[in-house]
Each structure stands twice: as C-alpha cells, then as structure tokens.
C-alpha cells in the first residue's frame, strides 16, 4: 500500500500559469520535504517541515511555496512556472528520533509549455 | 551537514558483488550514514543504514571503518534489476534527519 502519495503523476502547466503539486501520507510522520530533480541530476531540496515549522532552504526561489494545513497532506505551489521549472518533483516523509529512514512518493513530473 | 564523495559512474556484469565507496570525511560524531536507491522515474528508497562497523539486511551489507571517515555499500551477486542509482547520504541523528543528496553513483548491470 502506498505510504506517501503524489497527485498528480504527470502535470502540465502553461508557462507563467500557476501550479499546485499535492503530496498526502499516510505514517503520520513528524516531517515533510519537498525536492525537484532535474534530469540525470540528483534530487535538490526545497523546503521542509517538522510539524508545522517551516524550513526553506536558501537556495530555492521565491516562486517556489508551500503549504502544511494537516499532518498528512503538503503542498508545492509554483507561482509563476518557467521553462526551467520543468523537473520531477519528489515529496518525502520521515518520523523523528535517530536515523528514521524517509519514505518517498512516486513523484509528479511537471512540463512547463 | 557532512559532504560525501562517490563514483561518477560503476560497471558490473550480473552475479558479481559490487562494492560502492562513499567518503564524508567531516561526519560528526552523531551522525548516520544511509544509503537510498532509486530506480528511473521513481522516488529514492531506503537501501540500508549504520553508524559503525557492518550493518547486513537482505538487500546490502554496509562496512563502515572505526575512523567513519568512509563507507562501503556491498551489493551481492546483482542482477539487472539492481541498475539504477545509489545515493550515500550522511544524516543527523539527533533531532530529525535533513536529506541532502549528493550526487550519487550510476550502477549499471550488464547481463
């Protein structure tokens, strides 16, 4: 059974038209990331919650937020997409304590036309 | 968070047992090594963790040394299935673990 769960696989979005990538999982694991992974790269965090403080990494744009309303469900939204913006987007899900393994979702792959 | 530095890239033919080094020479004291697996098109998966010596599940062994300034991911007899990329992720026990990838080591598998 899927623990963490990417709606939707596959999205396209209009360049500059804003875009919401979802992710629910089903652990109740303390803490949420998200990364984008551009091809044959590895993924790059973006952002990450423990409970419901967020933590933004230095690195990601402005256009890049997110959302946490509930312990299960996280939000991507890109507000202005580009070109460039064009990546797999990966959610991740782990408890708290000493080296828990995180758990990932199947991704949402998002082309910017 | 401590660097890790792995292969660009590894060979290997089915059956062989396949050996891939990571080196984070700045761990701190509390902190694990993991390593995750992912296939094409697909979210990393947890392959296996330590924090010394040698840890062994059924997928992997990992052997890390007393300095912990390394560490070896040891695949046995791999088959074509196990062609994908692996990530060596040196991560902080004390708290919540932040994931930071490196680059990652590219195994393929000929048959």
């Known amino acids: 059974d899927a623990m963490v769960i990417q709606n939707p696989r596959y999205q396209v979005t209009q360049f500059g038209k804003p875009v919401t990538l979802s992710c629910s999982q089903t652990?109740?694991?303390?803490?949420m990331y998200w990364y984008q992974q551009k091809s044959s790269q590895a993924p790059k965090l973006l952002f990450h919650?423990?409970?419901?403080?967020?933590?933004n990494e230095a690195d990601t744009p402005d256009n890049f937020q997110s959302r946490r309303p509930n312990t299960s469900f996280c939000f991507l939204d890109i507000r202005s997409p580009g070109l460039g913006d064009a990546a797999m987007y990966l959610c991740?899900?782990?408890?708290?304590?000493?080296?828990?393994?995180?758990?990932f979702g199947q991704g949402t792959r998002l082309t910017v036309v | 968070l401590a660097k890790t530095t792995q292969p660009i890239s590894m060979d290997s033919y089915e059956g062989q047992e396949v050996n891939i080094t990571c080196s984070h020479n700045?761990?701190?004291?509390?902190?694990?090594i993991t390593w995750y697996q992912q296939f094409p098109s697909q979210g990393p998966r947890f392959i296996i963790q330590?924090?010394?010596t040698k840890v062994t599940n059924e997928v992997a062994s990992l052997f890390i040394p007393a300095d912990r300034k390394s560490s070896t991911l040891s695949l046995p007899r791999v088959s074509l299935s196990d062609t994908a990329v692996y990530y060596c992720?040196?991560?902080?026990?004390?708290?919540?673990?932040?994931?930071?990838f490196g680059a990652g080591t590219r195994l393929a598998v000929h048959p």
């Open positions: 919650y423990y409970d419901k403080d967020f933590n």
């Open positions: 330590g924090y010394k």
């Open positions: 700045n761990i701190a004291t509390n902190d694990y």
């Open positions: 991740a899900t782990s408890g708290r304590g000493k080296g828990t393994e995180a758990f």
């Open positions: 652990l109740n694991h303390n803490v």
């Open positions: 992720l040196v991560v902080f026990s004390g708290g919540y673990n932040k994931l930071i």
